[in-house]
Structures are given as C-alpha cells and as structure tokens.
C-alpha cells in the first residue's frame, strides 16, 4: 500500500483533543470535527503522510488508504488513523461506541448488541473474549476508553503521554513522531540477544517515552488522565484430553480461517507440504472461497517438503496453485543494504525480506487479497518438554517415561536430565540469572532446558556498552516480572507464542506494503485459548508428532496426509544466501549504525560474516544483528541526535 496503516486513541476529554490536534491541526485546532459518530473523512496530517512517491508505490499494492476520523458520542476526537476500506467496523448504541480493527466474526449489528445496555465497561472484557478472529478492539463508553490488541502479541498497542494526555496507537513510531521520541539503546540491545529475550522484553518499544501495552492487557482511559491496566485474558485451565481438546480445537481453527474467507474474493495460503500449511489449505477450501495456493522450493535436496506438497495438490482438485522455485527468488540475506522496512521496530527474519514483494506479486497477480501463513502452528503443537517439570511432581511415573522419550530424541545425557527435572528455581531467580548468562558460552546443542527462560545470549560482536545495557533492561524488568502462567510448560508456550506474535506482526505490514493481507489463523486468540486448555502430556509427546493437531484435523485432511512425521530443513537455503550475499554484506559493515551507536564491533561481525559456520547459532545471532540494522537505516535514525529523522516512511 502507499500509506501506512495505523491508529490512534484518544481520551475523552479536552486533553484528548489538545493531543488529536498534533495529527489533524487544520481541522481540529478550528473546533471542526464530525459532527455524526461514524463520520469519517479528514484529510491526512502533513506531519504523518507518508513520504513514498507515486513511481516508488509497490507494484499491485492497494493504495486506497484514507485518513480518518471518529468521534466520542461527546464529539471529541475518539480513533484518528488511516486504513484501507473494510478493515475496521465501527458500532453505536446510545452513548457507547465499539470499533474492532482486522478480522473478526461478529458484525456491526452484532458488536453494538455486545455494548448494549452496557454501564460498565469491563463488561466488555467478558463480551468480546470469544469473538474469532484478529483484531484490535477498542470501546468508548460513558467517557471511559477500553482499548486491546490480541493475546498472542499479533496486534499490539502502546501508550505515551501526548501534549499531557496518554494516546495510545497500534504503531509505536506515531506515538514517537507526535512526542518527538529518541531511540532507546537499551531496547536495541535487547534486540541483538538470541533467542528472543522473555516476555515483555521483546515486546519492549524500540522508542523512549513509549510504552507497550501487555497482549494480554487492555489500556483503560477515564476522564481527568486516569490510566490503567486492566487484566483481560488469561491462559485456561489444563483439563482436557486428547479427544476433547482436539474437538475444540478443530472449531477454532475453523471459526479462525471463516474469518479468513469471509469477505469472499480470492485467498491464497502457503502450501510448503508440511501438516500446518496443508491443514490451512484444506479448511479455507471448505469455506467455498476461491482459493490459490503457494509454495517456494528449498535448496536443499533432502528436504521431503515437495513430494507432500504434491500429495496435497492432487487432492486439492479445485484450489489453483503456484509453485515459484529458488533461482527465481532472490537468495536470503539480499537487500539489506539500503532496505526500505516501513516498520515500527526491528525484524528477526530479515533474511527473506526480499523475497516478500516478489513471492506477493505472484499473489496479487492471481487476485489474492489475503494469504494464509501456518505461522505459530509450531510453538502450539510441537510444544515444549518443560511440562516434564510441572508432571514430576502430579505424575512421577509419566514423567519418567517422557523424559526417556525427549532423552533419545533429542540426545540428552542423564545426569543433566535429572538435574533439569529436579531444579526448583523461581521465576525471579532465573529471570536474574539470565540477565547475568547475557555474554556466557552458548549451552551445548544436547544439553536439556526446563527452566523457566531460554538461555539467550549477545553474540561475541556485541560491545560491553551493549551487555551493559542489555543487563540494566533485564534487571528492571525483574522487578516486576511474573510468569505468563503458573507452571512453565505453559509459560514456556505463551512465551513461544508471543514471540511468533511479535513475527507475524511486523511480516504482516510487509505483506501489506506488497498488496496483500496477511493472516496467521493458528496465533488467533481462540485457537491459542483451546490449545492451552488440553493437558500438555497429552498435546505434546515425544512418541507422536503433534498429536493435538492430527486429531484436530480427522475428516479434514485425507488420513494419507496425516502420515507425515518429518519437517522441512531450510538451513541450507540460508547458507547459501550468506555466501551470495557475502560481499554486500562485508561493506555494510563499513558504515554500520549499530556501531555508530556503540553496540556492535563491526570488525567482529565482519569476521563472522567471513568465517565458518558449524552450527545455526551463529547465523541466527547474526540475523537479529542485521535485522535491528536494516531497521535503522530504513528509519534514517542518527546516532548524532536525539529524535528520529524519519518515521512512517516520512522524508527527513
């Protein structure tokens, strides 16, 4: 799309409106404001056009983004933002207003029955939890504002306080641009750790002064600039089976991809031949929606991912399909030199970046408007093993059994399975000492974690500023830390789901800058809830793969597809872009922003550029490395200074 999609929420009250006027001076700061509750139309604020010029458009976007306004039912300004038609619904009932962004299973009709006859507005919180789909939702009711973006992290929402009014919007970097916000160096440092940094410290703004919401937590705004948290989901209890979880499951998924194919058209869904692409495929064909199908092929030749694709193909008989191989796609790793990312925040998986605008242009071709991504499916359904600590204690001898499964499986030594099993560490502790591990060896590949945080590491280019920094942020933060759930199999889930949500977050606006909407029905909210609410010993085994999914999948897939017990390796791919890429990627380093700002030695990430790679963990430290880079340059950020020299795709 030409313009950014993004929104802003106001409080109601005068500050709100003193702080709308930053985004709509002409309009507002004259008192003109829409006088009917869903009016919508005014014109774009110079200070957030977005500076991409009509030859720069990407080919087969959507450009018809529009600025826009609602009101308070007080007339105040209530949501200023800019978004393509179709993406919010917008409901009435007396002085209540309810406005849902992105997809979602209830209509206008049925969203204004929900705040009907509604005083309280933590009613809503108990309303609107089931609703499928993925969306923001934001109410307005007796001058109090109760915004939330999804559980999984896949929408999110943050704060800042704007000309003495808090504001909250979907994008972080609107909220920078209107309170003229500088980089937050501790943040960036964060951003260099692999694997991603536990919850909320990923989630943290890349922006000072600028503050997330917690996915699973709503903004309350009430008159006179009170501002609150208010709790609003929460991870269900752990009681089914294999046999009722998968029913519930099987609903979800399905009410999840019905949103998908509501709006009709054409949907198109990655088909790579793995269980969780194939399922998305079968279940959007059931809707009766026109639907395309993709899949890019792999470099290397071991990967079985092909002949599986191909079996599903044969059995969908009436979906049309694509199939781009790799000397048509630009090698991983490419682009980065002068990227152009029109995110708020960094992007983990930088090394396919050019690869989205090609893959989408296929896509937009064939007349897609949303593609289904199996993203997510992973983290859900492959689980974690640290259920194993949480079983020992309920189920001794069950849990002995698995971990003699996870222990051949994944080739652990005995003596440290037993004291993985046996550790008792509280959540603070080993937030604590994560902090300290910042810069220790990276663990052995066989070593078991049952702990209740991933061991993460800064890469060895990593300055001492940078671990200094990166330490101060995990110190604060565990003050205040508290698990995702009470046991760590389960925090150890919502955590992996959160991660994959920040993913698809930022991918998603990349699908969109290219012409197309991207959906991920596996991280949506009612799919997380029925997943989590099945006993993790029965969802995740070491003697069956994905279990929970398979079941969940019985009469959707033919029984020939749920046969598959092996994963696609893509590693090879990315290797290979890294020696196509090498050259580009050396110079880079000759002027490197992370280092200007005194977090990378480029000599040490030059040097493993160059060297070898036994391993993955190199490549994806060095991914996170380049993707907070690519960032910077594609905000324009100088290290010279304390504000942004651009933001939204807008020129300095």
């Known amino acids: 799309m030409s313009e950014h999609v993004w929104f802003a929420v106001f409080p109601d009250d005068e500050g709100g409106s003193a702080a709308a006027r930053e985004l709509q001076p002409e309009r507002l700061r004259s008192g003109i404001v829409p006088s009917e509750r869903l009016r919508s139309g005014i014109a774009p604020s110079e200070r957030l056009r977005s500076g991409i010029a009509p030859s ?313 408007r949303l593609h289904l991504s199996g993203l997510g499916a992973d983290e859900l359904f492959t689980g974690t093993a640290l259920y194993l600590h949480d079983l ?16 051949a499986l994944h080739r652990w030594p005995l003596d440290a399975t037993a004291r993985a099993l046996v550790g008792h560490d ?31 590491r800064l890469p060895a280019w990593a300055t001492d500023d940078a671990a200094a920094l990166a330490r101060e942020a995990v110190r604060d933060a565990a003050e205040s830390a508290a698990p995702l759930a009470a046991t760590r199999g389960r925090h150890a889930t919502l955590a992996a789901v959160r991660t994959s949500g920040v993913t698809l977050r930022s991918l998603a606006v990349l699908y969109r800058a290219a012409g197309v909407s991207l959906a991920a029905p596996y991280l949506d909210d009612t799919v997380v809830h029925a997943v989590l609410a099945v006993r993790p010993e029965e969802q995740c085994t070491p003697f069956r793969y994905k279990p929970l999914l398979a079941e969940a999948l019985r009469g959707v897939l033919p029984d020939g597809l749920l046969a598959r017990r092996t994963k696609g390796d893509f590693s090879a791919d990315a290797f290979a872009g890294l020696r196509y890429n090498r050259p580009d990627l050396v110079a880079l380093t000759e002027d490197l922003r992370l280092a200007r700002l005194g977090l990378v030695d480029p000599v040490g990430l030059r040097e493993a550029i160059t060297g070898v790679h036994p391993s993955a963990t190199t490549l994806s430290q060095m991914e996170a490395t380049l993707g907070v880079e690519a960032w910077l340059r594609s905000t324009q950020v100088d290290p010279g200074r304390s504000v942004p020299a651009r933001v939204l795709g807008g020129r300095p």
């Open 426 to 456: 509280s959540y603070r502790a080993a937030y604590d000492r994560a902090g300290r591990a910042l810069t220790d060896p990276v663990p052995r590949p066989h070593d078991p974690h049952l702990g209740w945080i991933l061991p993460a």
């Open 56 to 368: 720069e458009r990407p080919p087969g976007g959507d450009h018809s983004c529009a600025a826009q306004v609602f009101t308070h039912a007080s007339g105040r300004p209530w949501l200023i933002g800019s978004w393509p038609p179709g993406e919010v619904t917008v409901a009435g009932a007396g002085t209540a207003m309810i406005a849902v962004f992105g997809r979602c299973s209830a209509s206008a009709a049925e969203l204004a029955a929900l705040i009907r006859d509604t005083p309280d507005i933590g009613l809503i919180q108990h309303r609107t939890r089931t609703l499928a789909g993925s969306f923001h939702l934001v109410a307005s009711i007796a001058g109090t504002v109760w915004a939330r973006g999804a559980a999984s992290g896949t929408r999110r929402l943050f704060h800042a306080r704007i000309r003495g009014a808090t504001v909250a919007a979907d994008r972080a970097d609107v909220l920078a641009r209107l309170g003229d916000a500088a980089i937050d160096e501790r943040a960036l440092a964060l951003r260099l750790v692999t694997p991603a940094p536990a919850p909320p410290l990923e989630e943290r703004s890349v922006w000072r002064d600028v503050h997330s919401v917690p996915p699973d937590h709503a903004l309350v705004l009430a008159p006179g600039a009170t501002v609150r948290m208010a709790r609003w989901w929460r991870a269900p209890e752990a009681a089914l089976s294999l046999a009722e979880g998968a029913d519930r499951v099987a609903d979800a998924l399905g009410g999840a991809v019905a949103t998908c194919a509501a709006d009709g058209g054409v949907v198109s869904a990655d088909l790579s031949g793995g269980l969780d692409s194939t399922a998305l495929c079968f279940l959007a064909a059931r809707t009766g929606v026109r639907l395309v199908t993709h899949r890019w092929g792999a470099a290397d030749a071991g990967n079985d991912d092909a002949v599986w694709a191909r079996r599903a193909r044969a059995a969908l008989v009436r979906a049309e399909h694509q199939i781009t191989g790799t000397q048509r796609l630009s090698p991983w790793f490419s682009g980065l030199v002068e990227p152009r990312l029109p995110l708020d925040e960094p992007f983990r998986w930088v090394r396919g970046i050019a690869r989205v605008p090609e893959i989408t242009a296929s896509l937009v071709e064939a007349g897609s």
């Open 392 to 407: 020992l204690r309920v189920r001794p001898w069950a849990a002995v059994r698995a971990a003699r499964g996870f222990r």
